[in-house]
């Protein structure tokens, strides 16, 4: 009897210095009734500045500890501009009388703030005009099966919007993710095509490599010549400071890829790439391209790239030279560019349409949407900033095929605003 009574008081005594520690931490304790905090929460609630708390409404007829006041009192900082002089200056005596007990607040949301991932969203709306003077049929690797065959259109006008996101998952390790939603004018919005273009995890320095990426990834490689897509699906990864060199194994519908390019930097104006770009079996790509690019700090931009594909034992060339002049930024309304481009392609450099070279949809549709493949002819090009984040963008292209039979002229004008 002794032993069970001694065991009783032993739990009691822990039970009541218990609740001596948490009143003295100040936070969880009860606001006297008559403390004159009541009324003034009485009247921010009647004025409006205070409209409840929890899933329980505040009508002053329930003790509240301090922290309770200090989360109604939060509640009417934020509401402070719409309060009146009256109202202002008890929410000033309440934020006195209640100091600490906001300040732990502030600390506990900073603490789940620094603790939550980082997500930072952006995104594009672009608006785009089509013409070309002969248009083809949709490529034959479309994913769009519904499409293949079909004749285009000489004119078209795209919507499109593209929502970007990036998010810190782990200490030097990311997520980026791109959704976009697609649709030619005049056709029902059920024909809108809409794709996850982006969606990899990325990290940095992991061991020897300075990168390691690995999911749905937009891919340049080299200058442009061999390969550039808005997704690959595949590993890459990156090593190097001075020589930067990557490597990967990727698809693009309908093949499988081994690639890889090397990038230096002779000094501030001048850089040069190796690309390298082969399909599994060698049957439709076995590419090497060089590149260059020489800059002046007057603006002046001379770029070029040659590649070979050398599939089946059987030579195909390609290359282009570009002059450009200034960078358009769109932050600063009036800010320009324009450029001028040769480029010349022999057939079956690029059958799959995965070069930087692009045309217009209605004329082909590779998975990139680009063309080096029996081409040659200039390209003219002018951007310019016309409002804040929006450029307008106009290319013309008075094409030729390989041989001079085949006029491929088309024109784009491309408005895009980003956000």
């Known amino acids: 009897m002794m032993r069970r009574t001694f065991i009783a008081l032993i739990v009691l005594s822990v039970f009541c210095l218990s609740n001596v520690a948490l009143a003295a931490g100040g936070t969880f304790n009860d606001v006297p009734e008559k403390h004159w905090a009541y009324e003034a929460i009485n009247k921010l609630s009647k004025d409006g500045i205070i409209d409840g708390y929890g899933d329980s409404m505040f009508r ?36 006195s009388e209640f100091a600490a007990e906001l300040n732990r607040m502030e600390i506990r949301v900073k603490n789940l703030e620094d603790k939550a991932p980082k997500v930072a969203f952006s995104g594009m709306v672009i608006e785009r005009y089509d013409y070309t ?83 749905r990834m937009g891919e340049l490689l080299g200058k442009g010549l061999t390969l550039w897509s808005p997704y690959v699906d595949g590993v890459r990864v990156g090593f190097g400071k001075e020589v930067k060199v990557r490597a990967a194994v990727a698809s693009v519908y309908p093949l499988q890829y081994y690639y890889g390019d090397v990038a230096y930097a002779a000094n501030k104006n001048l850089d040069f790439t190796y690309a390298y770009l082969q399909d599994k079996h060698s049957e439709t790509y076995k590419t090497s391209a060089v590149g260059a690019t020489y800059k002046t ?26 002059l450009k002049y200034k960078n358009v930024n769109s932050e600063q309304v ?20 995965n070069a930087i070279l692009t045309s ?60």
């Open 334 to 353: 009036g800010s320009s560019a324009v450029w001028i481009m040769y480029k010349k392609a022999e057939p079956g450099f690029d059958p799959y349409s």
């Open 297 to 322: 700090d007057n603006g002046l931009a001379l770029s070029g790239e040659y590649g070979d594909n050398n599939s089946n034992s059987n030579s195909k060339k390609a290359f282009y030279v570009s």
């Open 60 to 95: 002053g007829d329930k003790p509240l500890t301090r922290y309770e006041f200090a989360v109604l009192i939060d509640k009417a900082l934020s509401r402070y501009d719409q309060a009146s002089d009256a109202d202002k200056k008890l929410i000033d005596k309440l934020s």
């Open 133 to 215: 003077k002969n248009p083809g049929q949709f490529a034959v690797n479309d994913p769009r099966p519904e499409l293949v065959g079909i004749k285009n259109k000489k004119v078209l006008f795209r919507h499109r919007v593209d929502l970007n996101m990036m998010a810190d998952v782990a200490p030097n390790m990311k997520f980026i993710g791109s959704l976009y939603a697609e649709n030619v004018a005049g056709t029902h919005p059920s024909n809108t095509y809409a794709s996850l273009d982006v969606g990899y995890l990325t990290a940095a320095n992991v061991g020897m490599f300075s990168e390691v990426s690995a999911g």
């Open 360 to 419: 217009t949809w209605n004329q082909t549709l590779g998975p990139a949407g680009g063309r080096a493949d029996d081409i040659k002819g200039f390209e003219y090009g002018l951007a310019t900033t016309i409002f804040p984040h929006g450029v307008l963008e106009v290319k013309y292209n008075p094409l030729k095929s390989y041989d001079g039979k085949t006029d491929n002229t088309y024109l784009v004008s491309q408005l895009t605003y980003t956000f």
